[in-house]
């Protein structure tokens, strides 16, 4: 089963992010947060060692989707990429749809078991959704 790591400049948002979405996946779906630095004077950031951590603990065969809130989430979650394993780094995907919308999206995709590929072409068709309320 395909699994994730939600990243945020806060811990509070990937960790409401990853409450959100446990609501709806099954429990072999794993759902890691990385968001937040360790610091508490300076709690809003990114820190590739601790999205490179999250993505070990949810590694699966079936490959892992990190989904990212800005754009420096995205230079850090490339470099804990650069730090994993080449064999784990392989099978982890970034994922630029919308955050929320785009996880529950794809935590659904993979809890109906379908592969990475699939998962983030439901996450990236998230941003849809809310455009159809508009018209």
Known sequence: MVNFVIVSHSAKIAEGVVEL???????TCKVIAAGGLDDPHNP????AVKIMQAVEEAFSPDGVVILVDLGS???SAETALDLLESEIAEKVKICYAPL????????????????????IAEAN???ELKLSFSA
Not at 44 to 47: L, P, V
Not at 100 to 119: F, H, P, Q, T
């Open 44 to 47: 809003i950031g990114t820190d």
């Open 73 to 75: 989430a995205i230079l």
């Open 125 to 127: 068709a998230s941003s």
């Open 21 to 27: 979405v446990s609501q709806m996946k099954v429990d």
């Open 100 to 119: 929320v919308e785009g996880a529950l999206s794809a935590v659904v995709a993979a809890s109906a078991g379908d592969n990475i590929e699939n998962v």
